[in-house]
């Protein structure tokens, strides 16, 4: 990064707490280090001795949902491993926020209206098309279209992976923000099935250019759906050979208690950086990488 790009990421940063402040967002930090991840199966969080480093915060902040806090945020870092590349760093900085009494539908209004915030008041590259109308594409329709099959009707988890890279995301628009929503229930074990329509999930993703930016739920809010499909999740890493993730009672019991119908979103503060600066490598748009060239 140069010196005007470190300045450029700290500005986009100032403006996104102003954002959540200004709209009585109460900004969060919880632990970076954790003893129990999210059971997912694509999702491998790095060892830290016998704990993990997060993925995400996103059970913490649920927990602090249960506990009365109605409009959170919070910007740290997270960590994956194997994922590296052009739009991938084992660590980043990532800023979940969540909506008490809230759905995905918000979560939209709340994203759209971040970015175009964004682009008002940063220097940003014109041919993003953030402050158009962003196309909304149900994800059947997407596989229909593009791979030619129907992933509700016919599940295949292999291929609905494989299409999603090769068919779907070379073919989105990249004139606006398009947003792929209703997603297949089974890639969806942390967000709540559709009323009227369980066999798919209230989840959306946005891409912008062609990257994926950001991805919101309708929370699921029962202790014991959950308890089911985390451990589900985690019968499939332990198939698959991955590390076993011990279950994370403390957020079972929040959710017992209680926790309002939510809406919740994780987006890559990287890859913002990199569509606002207008660069392809994330490793321009974060100060440290471990990548050999980019450590500043």
Known sequence: MTIEQIRTRAEILREIRAFFDTRGFLEVETPVRILAPAQ????????????????SPELQMKRLLCSGLERIYQIGPCFRMDE????????????????????????????????????????????????????????????????????????NEDRFDEDMVMKIEPNLPRTVPVVLIDYPA????????????????????????????????????????????????????????????????????????GMPPSGGIALGVDRLVMLLLGVSDIHDARLFCQHPGHLF
């Open 40 to 55: 997912e199966t694509t999702i491998d969080c790095p060892p830290s001795g016998a704990a993990f480093l997060r993925a």
């Open 84 to 155: 590296c590349g052009s739009r991938h760093n084992p660590e980043f900085t990532m800023i979940e926020w969540y909506r008490a009494h809230s759905d995905y539908a918000q979560m939209l209004q709340d994203t759209q209206e971040l970015l175009r915030t964004l682009v008002a008041r940063i220097d940003a590259p014109k041919d993003l098309g953030i402050d158009k109308s962003w196309e909304i594409i149900p994800v059947r329709d997407a596989y229909r279209k593009w791979a030619g099959w129907d992933p509700v009707t016919s599940w």
């Open 186 to 257: 089974p890639v969806a074990s942390l967000a709540k099935l559709k009323d009227g329509s369980p066999e798919v999930a209230e989840r959306w993703e946005v891409y912008c250019k062609g990257i994926e930016l950001a991805n919101a739920y309708s929370e699921l809010c029962d202790a014991n759906t959950q308890r089911k499909r985390f451990a589900e999740a985690a019968s499939v890493r332990h198939e698959l050979g991955k590390a076993d993730y011990p279950m994370d009672e403390e957020f079972f019991a929040a959710l017992e208690r």
